[in-house]
Structure formats: C-alpha cells, structure tokens
C-alpha cells in the first residue's frame, strides 16, 4: 500500500515497481487527482501488476482508532484478498467497482466534510449569538439538521479546544484543490471549494 503526497511521488514510486522486475504485484494507492492515479493504474499495468484505488475516509485522529473506511476500487479479486488487510486499520471497506471509483467516492466524502465543517462554524456562531439573549442552545444538538462533523465539532468550538490537529491545513487545501479540479472536470459547480 503506498500513500504519496504529490503527483512526483506517486509516479516515481509506480516506475520503481514498474521497474523492480518484480513478479505481479498488488498495489494500492490512497488519495491523489484522478489523472495521477490513472498514470499509476496505467504504468504498474504494462508491467504486469494490478493496481487498486483505496482512499481512505478518517482523520489521523480517526486512524488511531481503527474508525477509517476504505473506498476500494479495481479490480474485485484483488480487492477481496485485501480484506483482511483493510480490517487492520477501517472499520469498514467498500468495494466500489471500477478503479477510479474509490477517489470518485473520497471526493464526494471530503467536499460533504468540508460543508459540514462550514455548516457546524455557522450554526455554532448562531447558538452563541443567540445565548447572549437566552439561557441554552450550548450543547450543540441539532435535532434533524445533525452531522458527523457536527457531532466531532460543534463540542470543539464550544469549549474552544482544537487540539489534538486532526488534519494538517496544508493537506485541507490540497484535498479542496483536488476535488475543485474534479467538479470543474465534470461541469459540477462547487462554490463552498474556493
């Protein structure tokens, strides 16, 4: 399993397997641009290896506690042997289909955390604004309106306590910068990405 952090990285490593003269190999690969991972597919594929589109769902935070989720993508044998694998470090794995999926699908995750995160900062200023007039409305329940983000979140800003990091922001604007390239790609509008 690789997890690189640039487009370099992420063709260096698949030349060196292309390369190694290893026998067929399984290889996965966690968040890139979807053309990043198509060059990875395409490479290790000449070269007789299979390559897999696993990102994976979670913070760092998350990780720690065996509370990711795995969006495999590729080929399905491969990704059945992966199994086991996978229920070392996620609590769940879907087998998404064809290779590409898997990133299609941590896009579609991401850009909901990213609104959910907004939605939670506002919702939370409302509560606050609104508790100078009126006792309550400080223990964060949203009723239906409720999130995952809000449920991590809304505690956070309340006490005002952001630490442990659960991201680094420079890997935020990355993932952003990526799931913009992907709407745009698709003819998607994505106002709360820029």
Not at 96 to 107: D, E, P, T, Y
Request: a positive charge; aromatic letters at 6%.
């Amino acid at each position: 399993m690789t997890s690189l952090p640039n487009p370099a990285a992420v063709e260096a490593v698949a030349q060196a397997i292309a390369n190694s003269g290893q026998s067929r190999g399984l290889w996965s690969n966690s968040l890139a641009c979807h053309a990043d991972k198509l060059r990875f597919e395409s490479i290790l594929k000449k070269s007789g290896h299979i390559a897999l589109d696993c990102p994976l769902s979670g913070t760092g935070a998350q990780a720690k506690n065996r509370d990711l989720v795995v969006y495999a993508s590729g080929d399905r044998d491969s990704i059945a042997r992966c199994a086991e694998l996978f229920s070392d470090f996620a609590k769940q794995s879907a087998d998404l289909g064809a290779f590409g999926n898997g990133s299609r699908m941590k896009f579609v995750a991401n850009h909901l955390v990213a609104i959910h995160n907004v939605a939670t900062a506002e919702a939370m200023i409302w509560q606050k604004r609104r508790a100078r007039s009126k006792n309550g409305g400080r223990d964060g329940r949203p009723g239906a309106g409720g999130s995952r983000m809000f449920q991590m979140r809304a505690p956070m800003m309340v006490e005002r306590v952001y630490e442990p990091a659960t991201m680094k922001v420079s890997t935020w604007k990355k993932d952003m910068a990526i799931i913009a390239e992907f709407a745009d790609d698709i003819g998607c509008a994505t106002r709360c990405l820029r």
